[in-house]
């Protein structure tokens, strides 16, 4: 069972350490009122490409969509881990809470990697606060992406969030 896991995003220098400690270039970051998008490449893996991802402080959350390469795709539309996110001026800081959300656009919400979030507890990886805060923000998602039919816009737009991506090639 590995602690958990952190990732820190470098506005002005463009890199992204990734949880592994690995600075990753990053193509683009865009500060807004809600939060922290990030679009890069990804090296060295035979499933995917290209990440984009939203963080999302107020929340606790941080909105991956994936580029699959051929062959590879998965049946999801959206990845959210379930975090804490502090800024530090251009510094950003995620800490993963092992909770994920699998959101299928328009179909479904599914709750995973509870079997790495119930070991982490029982291992003292996550103190009891820290641990109830990542429920309360997997069921407040959850909940708010079914009230909306399972469209992660209708659900973000009702809290003043409008994410953007990239078009794709």
Same mark, same amino acid.
């Given at each position: %069972?590995?602690?958990? *896991? #952190?990732?820190?995003?470098?506005v002005p220098a463009l890199v992204n350490i990734d949880n592994k400690g690995i600075a990753r270039a990053v193509d683009e970051f !865009?500060?807004?009122p809600f939060g922290l998008y990030m679009s890069r490449a990804i090296v060295d893996r035979e499933t995917t490409h290209w990440v984009e991802s939203w963080l999302l402080p107020d929340l606790?959350?941080?909105v991956t969509d994936w580029w699959w390469k051929p062959g590879h795709a !998965?049946?999801?539309?959206?990845y959210l881990d379930v975090?804490? #996110? #502090?800024?530090d001026r251009d510094r950003w800081l995620l800490t993963d /809470? /092992?909770?994920d959300i699998v959101v299928q656009q328009r179909r479904s919400a599914e709750v995973i990697d509870v079997d790495e979030f119930v070991a982490a507890v029982a291992r003292g990886l996550l103190d009891p606060v820290t641990a109830e805060t990542? %429920?309360? !923000?997997? /069921?407040?998602?959850?909940?708010?992406?079914?009230?909306?039919?399972?469209?992660?816009?209708a659900w973000l737009g009702q809290l003043g969030i409008a994410l953007?991506? *990239?078009? !794709?090639?």
């Open positions: %069972m590995h602690p958990p *896991k #952190i990732s820190s995003f470098d !865009r500060v807004t606790g959350l941080c !998965r049946d999801q539309d959206f975090c804490e #996110i #502090i800024r /809470y /092992y909770l990542a %429920m309360h !923000r997997t /069921y407040r998602a959850v909940d708010g992406l079914a009230a909306h039919g399972h469209d992660l816009d953007s991506w *990239k078009q !794709r090639p």
